[in-house]
């Protein structure tokens, strides 16, 4: 069983900036594309950043692209969401999720484990 716990989330103002890390246990980190997804109070969940399962190929949401960068370490189990210049309507819940394959991808329908989500909340 895959297990993914987030950390890093928290109360920051505009303009500012938070590290996410998603943990993940298993031996098999390395054979699978990550993702960033985040879901505000009374919307879907959606995309926001994937990594390929080497990471030398990332996709962002236009709505984070220059702001927000996703990273992983490999020998560490984990990946990494830094986000800068942090924006209001960035609220929201954000999960990780570990895919079905090593390519990276932009719906949900494309992971099959997902963390337990923390929570952002950026002041204006």
């Known amino acids: 069983q895959v297990r993914l716990v987030e950390s890093g989330g928290g109360l920051v103002q505009a303009g500012g900036s938070l590290r996410l890390s998603c943990a993940a246990s298993g031996r098999t980190f390395s054979n699978y594309a990550m993702g960033w997804f985040r879901q505000a109070p009374g919307k879907e969940r959606e995309f926001v950043a994937a990594?390929?399962?080497?990471?030398?190929?990332?996709y962002y949401a236009d709505s984070v692209k220059g702001r927000f960068t996703i990273s992983r370490d490999n020998a560490k189990n984990t990946v990494y969401l830094q986000m800068n210049s942090l924006k209001p309507e960035d609220t929201a819940v954000y999960y990780c999720?570990?895919?079905?394959?090593?390519?990276?991808?932009?719906?949900?329908?494309?992971?099959?484990?997902w963390g337990q989500g923390t929570q952002i909340t950026v002041s204006s």
């Open positions: 999720a570990r895919g079905k394959t090593g390519l990276p991808a932009t719906t949900t329908a494309e992971y099959n484990y």
């Open positions: 990594i390929s399962l080497g990471g030398g190929t990332t």
